[in-house]
């Protein structure tokens, strides 16, 4: 498989993105990283990019997400929001579960939110839906569709059966 190459593949498996914890709330527009590749201090923020970045894409498919390196001297998160206004986490000298437990806390969705949410979710009727406890009990009553068989034969070159014969119009099949 071409995408289990590289390293940790583990990170673009499906598993691993749903596996996120980090959904952040609908004003923020924009998510933004600062850190250096060298430095002692900037080693919980590369950990964080290299992890949990793939995880945040994921979740939150109407964030932009960006990534600046070897511009700042200490490490840090800015998140852009909808009304204009920026926040500004430090991430210097912590660690990568550090920062996350920090995000969880202060820029996701509560859990009681993400409960309702994923209720809301499943309440979601399909209109496609057919069958005991939908809209539609048959899919022959959906407009478009052909008739149910029981009520109106199908044509004979609908029809395995007569699949080398003429269809009903005369014309050979």
Known sequence: ???M????????????????RIVLKDKIKIFTVNFNTV???HKGA??????????????????????????TPSPFIRVFLDD???IVVDIDGKENDDIQDHLIDTLCKSKKVLAEEAKAKQITVNPA?????????????VPGQVPCSGLIPLPKHMRGKYLFFERDDGVPS
Not at 5 to 20: C, D, F, N, Q
Not at 48 to 65: A, E, G, M, R
Not at 132 to 141: D, F, M, P, T
Request: glycine share 10%; with cysteine; hydrophobic share 35%.
């Open 46 to 71: 590369r950990e964080f990019v290299f992890w949990c970045l793939p995880q945040i894409q994921f979740k939150n498919p109407d964030v932009q997400v960006q990534v600046f390196r070897n511009i």
């Open 129 to 141: 839906n057919f069958g005991y406890g939908c809209k539609v009990s048959c899919i022959c009553r």
């Open 5 to 20: 190459k590289g390293i940790a593949p583990i990170r673009r498996t499906a598993k691993y993105l749903e596996a996120g």
């Open 39 to 41: 430095g002692d201090h």
């Open 84 to 86: 204009g206004s920026d």
């Open 1 to 3: 498989m071409p995408f």
